[in-house]
């Protein structure tokens, strides 16, 4: 059960409350190579742009109470900037490391399972998520692909490269709307809403060509 997501402002709270905890030996890592970007990357989040979406993949009524998906977000976020490709071991890291603790925003790290729910969650592999799926006489299809995608604990997903990003990019770019007969809808939607969205936002009208302005702008989500 899920009522509400923490906002940016949250985090930033959180981030300038908590940084009394840190040592420091820790505010001169937060100041130097991949923590301070890692810093600036999670500072950029508006995770209150998917609000909407995050709750969908929720039951508003029954259920144990659930930790904040926007925790899952940026420990995944983090973990791929930190380049780990383990969920193991990168759990393994944050919750002996205060200061990834500090940027993940909570002293309290998730435990690998609960990440891999997350995960199993957003793929469309919990229940909850049958409503954002077509009806459709392709529905069956998907939900083949939904079942096939579910990560056992250990499992990888597949890699993808620069390129099959840059084509992401492009496609929600062009305000195309989100391909409802893909087991990835939910996280494509997350991409476009906490990614793509805040670039296009950010540049003025007149100026949303791409790739030729795009390509210029530094986004820190992406």
């Given at each position: 059960?899920?009522?509400?997501?923490?906002?940016?402002?949250?985090?930033?709270?959180?981030?300038?409350?908590?940084?009394?905890?840190?040592?420091?030996?820790?505010?001169?890592?937060?100041?130097?190579?991949?923590?301070?970007?890692?810093?600036?990357?999670?500072?950029?989040?508006?995770?209150?742009?998917?609000?909407?979406?995050?709750?969908?993949?929720?039951?508003?009524?029954?259920?144990?109470?659930?930790?904040?998906?926007?925790?899952?977000?940026?420990?995944?976020?983090?973990?791929?900037?930190?380049?780990?490709?383990?969920?193991?071991?990168?759990i393994?890291?944050?919750?002996?490391?205060?200061?990834?603790?500090?940027?993940?925003?909570?002293?309290?790290?998730?435990?690998?399972?609960?990440?891999?729910?997350?995960?199993?969650?957003?793929?469309?592999?919990?229940?909850?998520?049958?409503?954002?799926?077509?009806?459709?006489?392709?529905?069956?299809?998907v939900?083949?692909?939904?079942?096939?995608?579910?990560?056992?604990?250990?499992?990888?997903?597949?890699?993808?490269?620069?390129?099959?990003?840059?084509?992401?990019?492009?496609?929600?770019?062009?305000?195309?709307?989100?391909?409802?007969?893909r087991?990835?809808?939910?996280?494509?939607?997350?991409?476009?809403?906490?990614?793509?969205?805040?670039?296009?936002?950010?540049?003025?009208?007149?100026?949303?060509?791409?790739?030729?302005?795009?390509?210029?702008?530094?986004?820190?989500?992406?």
């Open positions: 059960m899920l009522r509400h997501i923490s906002k940016r402002q949250d985090y930033l709270s959180f981030k300038e409350s908590g940084k009394e905890k840190l040592s420091a030996s820790d505010l001169l890592r937060l100041e130097s190579g991949k923590y301070k970007s890692a810093s600036n990357k999670m500072d950029s989040l508006e995770p209150e742009r998917a609000e909407e979406l995050l709750l969908s993949c929720y039951s508003q009524v029954t259920g144990r109470p659930a930790n904040d998906p926007t925790i899952y977000i940026r420990s995944f976020l983090l973990m791929l900037h930190m380049s780990y490709t383990s969920v193991d071991e990168w393994s890291a944050a919750r002996s490391d205060i200061l990834l603790q500090y940027l993940v925003g909570t002293w309290e790290i998730p435990p690998v399972a609960c990440h891999y729910d997350f995960i199993n969650r957003i793929t469309g592999a919990d229940p909850h998520l049958n409503e954002l799926y077509p009806k459709s006489k392709n529905f069956r299809e939900k083949a692909q939904i079942k096939a995608a579910k990560l056992k604990k250990g499992e990888k997903w597949e890699n993808f490269d620069d390129d099959d990003t840059q084509k992401l990019k492009k496609k929600y770019w062009d305000d195309a709307s989100c391909d409802s007969e087991w990835t809808l939910v996280l494509e939607r997350l991409f476009d809403l906490l990614a793509v969205s805040v670039i296009r936002d950010f540049i003025p009208h007149q100026k949303k060509d791409y790739p030729s302005h795009y390509q210029k702008v530094r986004c820190s989500l992406i």
